[in-house]
């Protein structure tokens, strides 16, 4: 038991660690929905691993398309491994307790690896742009520097955008009586609102990380697409129109499958209030966990490159040359 009731009295107050839940009011089935869990982190995990492998050991796929993709690949290992370990210790163990820091810890990587997604997703845009729209100059764009830049770049950005709101969290007062979380991790907005101090700056602060990654980033990758379109609209031929939009498909669908969940989380959280908790649960476990695990079956199914590849590495051959 926590010891809250002592701490009632005292000025300010932070709670030695949080109580977390799973799927509000389907606490007695949570032994049964971790199974379901476990496959989908399981092959979130697996799927993406393979990605980075199949991209490392084939020459061919040394490409800057790939690079992103293993950009991509290596940001939804670190999105699962965010959420893992809390969500099946409260699935598998009704263990649901996490030290106030290490919830501070494990809310500053969550953001910070959705942050990189979105950004990763936006580059990969402007890498089909110029593959598509500007094709006789894409290896003089996209060199290999440029694209260790742009990593660097998608990362700095993450880090410094999320580093302060950990400190935000840790001036606050929070109320003895008000621990328990609405998801099995921290999730920034929740763990603000169990404050009993003037959380302004926590909520503005919030809406300008929204506004300047998420937000940017996606109306930049729908003017990415949207000029896209006018290029392949433009081609003569039309086996030229319908493979250019193969070219793109997969990473459409991968915006969709992040963006989509992302924005209707944030919808929810800020004006949703009414919506049951299990509306809540499900939006966040949706937006933490299916992008991950559909990221590799999309790029597997609508790339063959990849998908060859990734054969290769299960069957344990080895790295395919490039042909001359």
């Not at 099995?184 to 603000?192: A, I, K, L, R, T």
């Not at 169990?194 to 980033?217: P, Q």
Request: net charge positive.
């Amino acid at each position: 038991m926590l010891p809250s009731q002592s701490y009632v009295n005292m000025s300010f107050f932070q709670p030695p660690a949080f109580l977390m839940t799973g799927i509000p009011g389907l606490e007695a089935l949570h032994g049964w929905i971790s199974i379901p869990f476990s496959c989908m982190y399981t092959a979130a995990l697996t799927g993406n691993c393979l990605i980075l492998l199949a991209v490392r050991r084939t020459p061919s796929l040394h490409q800057p398309m790939y690079y992103f993709l293993s950009m991509l690949a290596l940001t939804d290992v670190g999105l699962t491994l965010s959420t893992l370990p809390t969500t099946l210790a409260v699935l598998w163990f009704d263990h649901s307790l996490i030290a106030f820091n290490a919830c501070l810890v494990q809310q500053f990587f969550l953001h910070s690896f959705s942050v990189v997604e979105s950004s990763v997703l936006l580059a990969m845009s402007f890498d089909r742009f110029v593959a598509i729209s500007k094709p006789l100059h894409y290896a003089a764009v996209l060199t290999n520097t440029i694209v260790l830049r742009i990593g660097l770049a998608i990362v700095a950005r993450a880090i410094l955008s999320l580093f302060p709101l950990p400190f935000l969290l840790k001036r606050l007062n929070f109320c003895p009586n008000k621990i328990i979380l609405s998801h099995s991790f921290c999730f920034h907005p929740d763990v603000m609102r169990r404050a009993c101090a003037d959380i302004t700056i926590n909520i503005l602060y919030g809406l300008y990380v929204v506004v300047s990654t998420g937000s940017i980033d996606s109306l930049l990758t729908v003017l990415s697409y949207s000029l896209i379109l006018h290029t392949v609209l433009g081609l003569a031929s039309p086996q030229e129109r319908v493979r250019a939009l193969n070219a793109c498909i997969s990473h459409i669908l991968a915006v969709f499958v992040f963006f989509i969940p992302g924005i209707t989380m944030s919808m929810i959280h800020r004006f949703g209030r009414h919506l049951p908790p299990t509306v809540h649960a499900l939006v966040a476990y949706v937006y933490l966990v299916v992008p991950p695990v559909l990221n590799p079956i999309i790029y597997s199914v609508k790339s063959k490159p990849i998908r060859e590849a990734m054969l290769r590495v299960l069957r344990g051959e080895g790295p395919r040359l490039m042909k001359l």
